[in-house]
């Protein structure tokens, strides 16, 4: 089993600023992506970020120079730094984590349980 819990979420004015986490613990022998989501109250989720086990970054157009996804693959933990928030940035972020089991590399994919973000003055 795979767990993942974000962290970092809360209440920021717009133009403010917030850093998410995702810590990745269990049977893990590898974390192939990290990939972040969001989904606001009445709307698909939606892709905001990912990142590959290269470093090869991915953003939603809506983010792009706002949002930064980075990883510490030692702690087999991604992040996702936000500037510039806005209230259109309101949603639950969630974040996804494939990759191998240890033991059997068995290929999974895991979801954490998601961290709620309001940008409002």
């Known amino acids: 089993q795979v767990q993942l819990v974000e962290s970092g979420g809360g209440l920021v004015q717009p133009g403010g600023s917030l850093r998410l986490s995702c810590a990745a613990s269990g049977s893990i022998f590898s974390i192939i992506d990290m990939t972040w989501y969001r989904q606001a109250p009445g709307k698909q989720r939606e892709l905001v970020a990912a990142?590959?086990?290269?470093?090869?970054?991915n953003y939603a157009d809506s983010v792009k120079g706002r949002f930064t996804i980075s990883r510490d693959n030692a702690k087999n933990t991604g992040y996702l730094l936000m500037n510039s928030l806005n209230p259109e940035d309101t949603a639950v972020y969630y974040c996804?984590?494939?990759?191998?089991?240890?033991?059997?590399?068995?290929?999974?994919?895991?979801w954490g349980q998601g961290t709620q973000v309001t940008v409002s003055s």
């Open positions: 990142i590959t086990s290269g470093g090869v970054t």
């Open positions: 996804n984590a494939d990759g191998r089991f240890l033991g059997d590399s068995r290929m999974f994919s895991y």
